[in-house]
Structures are given as structure tokens and as C-alpha cells.
């Protein structure tokens, strides 16, 4: 199963500049997603961090492999942000980062369930630029309804 930006955009309520996944490349409910995030120079956080060497925050590369992991939140419990809900990033563990992720690199998002309970999820998640690891992250994520 892929997403496309149209379809990804009715799982994640995320908008530009904040919006960090591109495409689903495979998706296995209740199990594990693979999605991707484009990363350009045109990216506004660029200008700030760094002018004369460019690299990705490490607290983005976080939040889309949070993003990847609230896709595959809502697809496993069959609910959307239009029905009132939304995935929240609650926590991190065990956080690592290996590389810079730079302008021309295409972040590879990947994240497995640990489990899930009452809403209350844990993800095992790596992101990865041309099979080496950038980032590794336990993270949690809490289901709400909007009120």
C-alpha cells in the first residue's frame, strides 16, 4: 500500500512548513510503516540552521519519524483527524543520532509497533539516508479526541 501527499494529508493535520512526510512506501496495519521525507535546501529552517552548513535539526528528524508513526496510528485504529482525533508526540526514549541529514538527502522514516494500550502508543523508529543510519528513537505517542 502507498500514500500519496493527497492522502497523507487526510492522516496528519501537520501544513507546510510543518508537514514531514512525503509518501508511504509501504504500510502493514498494526505492525510497521516505511515513509519518506524529501529534504530540500528550500526547507525554511535552512536559513537559521546552518547558513554555511546546512543541516536538519535533530528535533525535526524526531518529529517525522513521529509524524510516520501517527499514520500508522490512525490507519490501526481505522480513525482520521476529521473524525476529531489526533496523535499526540507524548515522549522519546533512548534517542541517538548518528549522521547529518543535509539538503539533497531523502530521509527514509521507519517505524514498528512495541505496543499499544488505551491509546497510548510505543514505536521502535529509524530514520536512515541511503541505508545509514541517521536517528534511532523509541517513540510514544498519545491518541486524543479533539474537542
Not at 23 to 42: D, F, L, P, Q, W
Amino acid at each position: 500500500m502507498v500514500m500519496d501527499i493527497n492522502e497523507i494529508r487526510e492522516y496528519l493535520p501537520h501544513r507546510y512548513p510543518f508537514l514531514l512526510v512525503d509518501r508511504v512506501m509501504e504500510i502493514t496495519v498494526g505492525e510497521s510503516i516505511v515513509a519518506y521525507k524529501n529534504v530540500s535546501i528550500n526547507e525554511p529552517f535552512f536559513t537559521g540552521h546552518f547558513p554555511h552548513h546546512p543541516i536538519m535539526p535533530g528535533v525535526l528528524i524526531i518529529e517525522a519519524m513521529a509524524q510516520a508513526c501517527g499514520i500508522l496510528g490512525f490507519k490501526t485504529v481505522n480513525k482520521m483527524p476529521a473524525d476529531g482525533y489526533v496523535y499526540y508526540l507524548v515522549g522519546s526514549d533512548n534517542v541517538r543520532f548518528k549522521r547529518p541529514v543535509m539538503p539533497g538527502d531523502q530521509l527514509r522514516l521507519e517505524a514498528d509497533v512495541i505496543r499499544g494500550k488505551r491509546g497510548i502508543w510505543k514505536f521502535a523508529c529509524r530514520a536512515t539516508v541511503d541505508g545509514e543510519l541517521a536517528c534511532e528513537a523509541e517513540i510514544i505517542c498519545a491518541e486524543r479526541k479533539v474537542a
